[in-house]
């Protein structure tokens, strides 16, 4: 996705919510047309703003069961996409834990046939991206000003690598990474915009942006996973921690949190978090993707 695809998407974004057409189903944009979910891994935020911002948008909603479905049977996501193309859905929305499964087979589809990527394996979330990112220039809007830390499992972590693609396009300041070394990513991978911190107290100094990560337990070896308590102690992001950052500093997180782990209760629902309007932000973001790619 090109710069200016992402400041179209956000200024398409920013006139839904002026217009409160985020909150309300009355538009007819995508009128006629049938828009699929196949979630191949659980879901709760994605799923629901993407049913919710195509129902918005006036189209037909499929949300197909995979636990009940014939992929049971053994059925190919391709197969089970021209299965549901030739019942005339046009625009299909999916969550793989296959990080190529995606990709592979927006190759391979009719061109009429839009693919959305709502989570590939451990590569990319990037219409998380686009929503955090959306939500980051509500508060501050010059991208070039900004030091964002990346606390946590930023290695096992799909929204880590979308975020990191999309601060690179929008051109911020400085981009950190904070945790312990088996949760960094290879120094390979890393962008020269990067540094890596061990230690919460210097990797958070004077940051912008927060945004805390959740321990991908179920993409890691049980011997892997620490233990929650003591990884709370050392990197959870408590009110004390916080305080390290710029006063006006605002916390990020996107979701499902583990309270008391990667972040504390206080800190979620505290005045300088911003993750329900993180939440609220998706559903005009994806409303104004799926817009963007029918031409609208
Ligand atoms: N942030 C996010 O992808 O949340 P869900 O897994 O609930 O969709």
Redesign the pocket.
Known sequence: MSRQTILDIFASAEAIIAAGQHEAPILTDLKGMTVANLFYE??????ASFNLAAKRLGAEVLDLDIETSSIQKGESLLDTIQTLQAMACQLFVIRHSDADAVMDVAQQVNQDVSIINA?AGMLA?PT?ALLDAFTIRQHKPDFSQLTIALLGDVRHSR?AKSLLAIYEKLGVGQVRLVGPEAFMPSEESLGEQLEIFHHVETGLQDVDVVVALRIQKERMAMAEIPNDGHYYREYGLSEEKLALAKPDVIVMH???INRGVEIASSVVDGAQSVIFEQVSNGVAIRMALMKILRGL
């Open positions: 659980n879901s709760t935020r994605t799923w989570g979330h998380q929204v996107p979701a499902p």
